[in-house]
């Protein structure tokens, strides 16, 4: 399959589209490369594909900024937790039934569209930050072990601190480029690294980056607002799709 010009098409594209909406709207790129590898493979194999522009998009936004330290201090709990959860619940993804990591990726794409087109206001007092990051860390790293998605619930808790704008995207990157170390982690230690997919993976960088950057124009001359809401949408399908895919 990975020899075939379909193949290759279809991976320009995608991540072309994955680093468009990462561009527009700071995040999605994983959500939607695993979203859309996963009509075409399984999960695992999804997850490897992802890896290489998955670190190189998410290192360049938690780069950005002089919040590094400081978040780093204030949340490495959380980060511990995601990073550890995520390793060692990857077993769920690779040995599972892919028709079963099939449905739970669909289900948490679909609830994390859902959670996000509804936009609940919701204010975490700081009192409680210590005891629920590490909790949330946990959750999230169980989540993207079982699923490769690692947006929930890390993203929602993460607004819900009423950061600034400026530290909330760097945390972001931050959260996902320890995710995605976990996730290439995990499939070394479950015996399921693949030195080619490694290959097929680096190639993806590119189109990635070009998304990334028509994104960043795109969003100078449209409603940022409007346009995660046609991707939100577009992605509760697309975990609709999945979810109920072992039964059409």
């Known amino acids: 399959m990975y020899d075939s010009f379909f193949f290759w098409t279809v991976l320009v594209l995608v991540f072309l589209l994955a680093g468009l909406v990462k561009g527009v709207t700071g995040m999605g790129l994983p959500t939607v490369a695993m979203g859309l590898m996963g009509l075409l493979m399984s999960p695992a194999e999804a997850v490897a594909m992802l890896l290489m ?28 937790a995601i990073a550890l959860a995520t390793t060692f619940g990857m077993g769920v ?14 289900v ?24 629920l990051s590490p909790v949330i860390g946990l959750l999230t790293g169980l989540i993207t072990g079982a699923t490769g998605v690692f947006v929930m619930p890390a993203v ?9 704008k400026d530290a909330l995207v760097q945390m972001l990157g931050l959260s996902f480029t320890i995710s995605t170390l976990a996730l290439g982690a995990g499939l070394y230690w479950q015996g399921a690294w693949q030195l080619g997919l490694f290959g097929v993976s680096s190639w993806a960088i590119a189109p990635a980056l070009a998304g990334m950057w028509l ?14 809401q046609i991707f939100l949408v577009f992605l509760s399908l697309l975990g609709l799709q999945l979810a109920l895919g072992p039964w059409l």
Request: aromatic share 12%; hydrophobic share 50%; charged share 15%.
């Open 53 to 80: 522009p998955s670190l190189v998009t998410n290192v360049w936004q938690c780069a950005s900024g002089g919040h590094a330290l400081p978040l780093l201090r204030r949340f490495w709990p959380m980060l511990l």
């Open 156 to 164: 929602p808790y993460l607004q819900a601190l009423n950061l600034d």
């Open 215 to 228: 994104g960043q124009l795109l969003r100078a001359r449209i409603s940022a607002k409007r346009f995660k």
């Open 93 to 106: 993804l690779v040995y599972a039934d892919p028709t079963k990591t099939g449905f739970a990726l669909g």
């Open 108 to 131: 948490a794409l679909l609830l994390y569209a859902l959670y996000a087109l509804l936009a609940p206001s919701v204010q975490v007092p700081a009192r409680w930050e210590r005891l």
